[in-house]
């Protein structure tokens, strides 16, 4: 039920055309923690149509292009933080961000047939899972080479191509490649969550009295400019959810906030906040407003 209230709802964003079928990038092959989130966020069904693209840069550029109408990026991990490609691609896109899922993350050891730990020979990852995952690989496969690769679905593919070599992914790229896992949920976390954003062209719907908006602030590099950017928010009872800070593309030293907090732009004390902030810092780009998830709601 409630993933036909989310397409019914994004078919509402303006300039989304109520009928045919909605397309939407993500960062692939099938089998990724990406293509699960998608599935999370929109449904299982053929309601829509999954584009697998390369990178994540690609996902933003698939929807830019107006190939698809909305794009699936992951944003940040429980453990490891923030995915700087992603921030980077929002600095410079004109996208909106219109929704957002979270996905708890459970990493598996799989290999083809029947190969033992003892008889393997090469562990392949994406550098996020191997990361995330660098606890357990070193007190129970301390002496395997490990190697990055793109996500964690051409891991799949590699282990499903070579006998000698383990993946680390999820469930689904297991049930693709038709992978065994000989060990479950290796993350170094239990409670690994992954963050995922939806972009489109246009922006969201109004205020639904449950919403989250993000932004980018652009300060000036002098003493007191991080308490006069957090002030509004504190006086106007607007909660910060998330604050991040990246290298402006400026090359002096100066830096971008990512801020997300509760409300909606609509929303009388977010516009008190907007105004506010005007008069203290020297740009606000304003990414979306859009409807907060749980980070453990149950979608089915």
């Given amino acids: 039920m409630f993933r036909t209230?989310?397409?019914?709802?994004?078919?509402?964003?303006?300039?989304?055309?109520?009928?045919?079928?909605?397309?939407?990038?993500?960062?692939?092959?099938?089998?990724?923690?990406?293509n699960a989130a998608v599935d999370r966020y929109f449904g299982e069904g053929d309601s829509f149509t999954r584009v697998s693209v390369g990178s994540i840069d690609d996902v933003f550029l698939e929807v830019e292009a107006g190939k698809v109408e909305f794009g699936l990026v992951p944003i940040e991990n429980s453990t490891e933080g923030a995915v700087n490609n992603t921030q980077d691609c929002l600095i410079d896109t004109s996208l909106h961000i219109v929704g957002e899922v979270y996905l708890p993350i459970e990493h598996h050891l799989m290999v083809k047939g029947q190969l033992s730990l003892d008889r393997i020979k090469k562990v392949v990852s994406?550098?996020?899972?191997?990361?995330?995952?660098?606890?357990?690989?070193?007190?129970?496969?301390?002496?395997l080479p490990i190697e990055e690769v793109s996500s964690n679905a051409e891991a799949a593919r590699q282990a499903s191509d070579d006998e000698t070599v383990a993946a680390i992914a999820g469930t689904m790229a297991a049930q693709n490649y038709q992978l065994r896992i000989v060990e479950s949920g290796i993350q170094d976390r239990k409670n690994n969550t992954t963050r995922f954003l939806v972009l489109s062209r246009h922006r969201g719907t109004h205020s639904t009295g449950h919403d989250k908006t993000s932004i980018l602030v652009y300060t000036e590099n002098k003493p007191g400019a991080l308490f006069r950017l957090l002030e509004p928010f504190d006086r106007f009872q607007v909660s910060l959810t998330r604050i991040e800070t990246r290298p402006a593309r400026d090359g002096f030293w100066s830096y971008v906030f990512f801020i997300d907090f509760e409300g909606h732009i609509d929303d009388e004390p977010v516009r008190q906040v907007f105004a506010e902030l005007a008069d203290?810092?020297?740009?606000?780009?304003?990414?979306?407003?859009?409807?907060r998830a749980q980070q453990h709601q149950t979608l089915l």
């Avoid at 994406?126 to 002496?143: D, E, G, I, T």
């Fill in 280 to 291: 203290r810092v020297i740009k606000i780009k304003n990414l979306g407003s859009y409807p």
């Fill in 126 to 143: 994406h550098k996020q899972s191997l990361a995330q995952c660098r606890l357990w690989l070193r007190s129970n496969l301390p002496h």
């Fill in 5 to 34: 209230r989310t397409i019914q709802r994004l078919r509402m964003t303006k300039g989304v055309i109520a009928g045919g079928n909605i397309k939407v990038a993500f960062l692939g092959p099938a089998g990724t923690f990406s």
